[in-house]
C-alpha cells in the first residue's frame, strides 16, 4: 500500500541565490520522495530586514492566489532573469516579461502585475511570511516538514541531504538521475 505524500513547504524569496538551488533540488524529488510540495513565496526583508524583491513578491502572490499551477514557472522564469541572465525582477515590464515566458499571456501578466497593488495579495505575501517567522525562519529558503503529525524546520539549501535521511529517503544529489535524463532530453 503506497504512503500519503508527505507535506513540506518551502518559503522562499527570489533574491535568496540559496533558496533557487533548495527550489531546483525540491521540485526534482517531489515524485522521488513522495512529497506533496507547498511553494510559499516569502519576503526576504520581513525575515531579515533588507531585500529588493517586493514587487516580484507580491507578483508571485497574485499567481499563487489565481493561478498556483504557474507558481513554479513563473518563479523559475524570475530566477533565471535575476541570476542567470542578470536581467532585472524589481520592474513591472521584466516582470511581464518573465510571466509571458512562463507561459501567461500579456492580458494574463498585466491583470497579475495590477493585482500585485490589492490588499488581498499584500495580505497574502504578509501572510506567509509571519508564517515562516512563527515557525522560526531566519532567513530563506526554510524548508517545513510535516511529518508524523509534527513540524520540523530546516534552513538553506545546504540541508537537503539532511532532509532526506529525517524523511527515511536517499539522497541522490541535486540532480538525481531520473531528472538528468528528462532534462537530456529537452
Request: with cysteine.
Given at each position: ?5 508527505r ?5 522562499y524569496?527570489?533574491?535568496s ?20 510540495l507547498?511553494l510559499?513565496p ?7 530586514r ?16 489565481k493561478?498556483?499551477e504557474?507558481?513554479e ?7 533565471m532573469r ?6 532585472d ?5 521584466s516582470i ?11 492580458e494574463?501578466?498585466?491583470?497579475l502585475l ?6 488581498e495579495?499584500?495580505e ?8 515562516a ?22 534552513f538553506?539549501?545546504d540541508?537537503?541531504?539532511?532532509l532526506?535521511?529525517l ?7 541535486p540532480?538525481p538521475?531520473?531528472?538528468?535524463s ?5
Open positions: 500500500m503506497s504512503r500519503l505524500p507535506k513540506l513547504e518551502l518559503f524569496d527570489l533574491l541565490p540559496y533558496s533557487w538551488l533548495g527550489f531546483e533540488v525540491l521540485c526534482r524529488y517531489q515524485n522521488i520522495w513522495n512529497i506533496s507547498k510559499r516569502s519576503f526576504l526583508a520581513g525575515i531579515m533588507d531585500s529588493g524583491s517586493l514587487d516580484a513578491m507580491r507578483f508571485l502572490s497574485s499567481v499563487e492566489i493561478n498556483p504557474m507558481l514557472k513563473v518563479s523559475r522564469e524570475l530566477w535575476i541570476w542567470s541572465r542578470d536581467e525582477i524589481t520592474e513591472p515590464q511581464q516579461i518573465a510571466a509571458e515566458k512562463a507561459g501567461f499571456s500579456e494574463q501578466a498585466k491583470g495590477e493585482r500585485c497593488s490589492t490588499e495579495v499584500k497574502k505575501l504578509r501572510e506567509t511570511t509571519d508564517t517567522c512563527k515557525y522560526g525562519a531566519f532567513g530563506l529558503p526554510t524548508v517545513l516538514f510535516h511529518m508524523d503529525d509534527k513540524s520540523h524546520i530546516l538553506g539549501s540541508r537537503l541531504e539532511l532526506a535521511h524523511l527515511g529517503e536517499q539522497w541522490l544529489g540532480v538521475s531520473t531528472v538528468k528528462k532534462l537530456s532530453a529537452i
